[in-house]
């Protein structure tokens, strides 16, 4: 971790003699020392210098000397620290410098279970110079290493201060987990402490709900291969998207009546009472689409164009979309970026929205709007081979699905705005597209994809803490409703919940027709 050098021992211990003692970074490739006053031509080097100390014997009784200290990582700008010694007028016997301390020991560290799986780890304040290092280590399944600091941590606070809470999400349950914190001092001397925690089996198997048969036409969808997205914000009220993909230097495909990949259809459905597609006009052409509301009557519609991002949005204020045909949607707004796949948007609370997709290096590219601005993109290291999927459970919670390079199953998940993120998680799986996540509830998380090799639609379902193995969505039903067939899962496969339990998922099944199922 690059910084300065931190200077713990600075003192005369005798009339020419300075000490000097600090702690250097670790991945640090070098280190000089400078005084003001020069010491005299060739007097430098009269006492001795290692990584971490110096014993300056050129100096002069009552003077006032100033050091720096830096440290250097493969370039000529080093990161530095000063100290200021005042020699003593007359001369004194030497005497060496107090040995460490031993590192101050974590206090009262507790572990707390957040249901399901999240442990919540605190401890009191370490403010401690002697200590320099600490570490936190899990015991127990998948045991490892959570945490590597040394002062001052990254974590809000105090510049001086360690940091005082980790959270540690388990994967196992029915399961017992033991916590050691361990603290080292400047001489490689530690002191640990540890706290345990029982983490409860789940519940059995609950039922698990399904999609109700048969499926439903939107009447006047007629679609080519589309991108399609839905968002609701009133109970059984769903806004669906979509647009046709054009092939490059190709005329448009479809024949419905959105051949153009310069605009978006939109289709209001209220209690299953669809009312005619109407069009936004674009001023480019839209290859993918995405969609969230962040309160009542609020629309807003993201879609990526060559590989910049785009936004429109229909206020609250201009009534409904469906009663003025389009004609009411705010000018494109460019955002940029660098996306190499659609977009995934969701608005967990008023006036926030949040945008992923897969930049070109293949990592998580992130845009989001808040504070009444859209912020810059942000590169979340995960690797991604597709389009990812959104979900969020509470106010501050962001869960991003998405399908690897080795076409497994995982995501990335937020407790706090996206401003941190826990370690990946890899639920595995063979999938041939992209997942579709479907939050039923604030407990219940499902996630869609088709499978390599597959014939019907495949769902992962998280609910009552802990994640259900791979089953055929077809399994409770008369008839199977989804193929594997790219027309289905590359082409346009959309869910979206209207209220707890009750939901919508869309998908072109025979072109040029776009289907639809209710969740029971």
Not at 336 to 359: E, H, K, L, Q, W
Request: with cysteine; aromatic share 10%; glycine share 8%.
């Amino acid at each position: 971790m690059a910084g300065p050098p931190l200077i713990y021992t600075a003192f005369a211990a005798a009339p020419r003699w300075v000490i000097l003692e600090w702690v250097l970074p670790d991945d640090a490739t070098g280190v000089a020392v400078f005084r003001d006053p020069p010491p005299p031509a060739g007097a430098w080097m009269t006492g001795w210098i290692s990584r971490n100390s110096l014993t300056d014997q050129s100096c002069e009784p009552d003077t006032t000397y100033t050091y720096t200290v830096c440290a250097y990582y493969g370039s000529p700008d080093g990161e530095c620290s000063t100290k200021r010694v005042t020699t003593p007028r007359t001369p004194v016997t030497p005497t060496p410098p107090p040995p460490p301390a031993t590192a101050a020991a974590v206090i009262n560290p507790q572990a707390t279970l957040v249901p399901p799986n999240l442990v919540r780890l605190s401890w009191g304040t370490i403010n401690d110079p002697n200590t320099v290092k600490l570490k936190i280590y899990r015991e127990g399944p998948d045991g490892r290493l959570l945490r590597y600091t040394y002062p001052p941590d990254p974590q809000p606070g105090p510049p001086e201060h360690f940091a005082t809470m980790y959270w540690d999400l388990v994967q196992q349950l029915a399961a017992d987990y033991r916590y050691t914190f361990t603290t080292f001092n400047r001489n490689g001397d530690s002191t640990s402490v540890s706290t345990s925690i029982r983490v409860p089996a789940p519940p059995p198997i609950p039922h698990l709900p399904g999609w109700v048969e048969p499926s439903s036409n939107i009447p006047h969808a007629a679609i080519g291969f589309p991108s399609v997205t839905a968002v609701s914000w009133a109970p059984d009220r769903v806004d669906v998207f979509w647009v046709n993909r054009r092939a490059p230097g190709a005329a448009a495909i479809g024949s419905g009546p959105n051949p153009d990949p310069a605009q978006i259809t939109h289709a209001v459905g209220v209690s299953e009472h669809w009312r005619a597609p109407m069009t936004i006009r674009l001023p480019n052409a839209a290859l993918d689409v995405a969609a969230s509301s962040d309160r009542a009557g609020s629309l807003d519609v993201c879609y990526r164009s060559g590989d910049e991002l785009w936004h429109t949005r229909w206020a609250p204020e201009l009534g409904l979309p469906e009663d003025a045909n389009g004609t009411g949607w705010a000018p494109p707004q460019r955002l940029g970026g660098t996306m190499a796949s659609g977009p995934a948007a969701i608005s967990v609370r008023g006036g926030r929205t949040d945008v992923f997709y897969r930049t070109p290096d293949g990592m998580l590219g992130r845009r989001w709007f808040a504070d009444g601005q859209w912020h810059d993109e942000q590169k979340i290291a995960a690797s991604i081979a597709g389009k990812p999927s959104v979900v969020s459970l509470n106010p501050a919670h962001l869960e991003v699905y998405y399908r690897t390079p080795a076409k497994r199953l995982a995501y990335l998940t937020s407790l706090d705005d996206g401003r941190t993120w826990l370690p990946e998680q890899d639920l595995g799986g063979n999938l041939a597209t992209d997942p579709i996540a479907l939050a039923l509830d604030a407990k219940v998380v499902n996630v869609y994809y088709t499978p390599a090799g597959g014939v019907y639609l495949k769902v992962r379902a998280w609910t009552d803490g802990r994640w259900y193995d791979e089953i055929d969505e077809s399994a409770t039903m008369s008839a199977p409703p989804f193929t594997s067939t790219p027309l289905l899962a590359d082409f346009g496969l959309a869910a979206v919940r209207t209220q707890p339990f009750r939901a919508f998922m869309f998908y072109a099944h025979v072109l040029p027709t776009l289907l639809y199922r209710r969740y029971r």
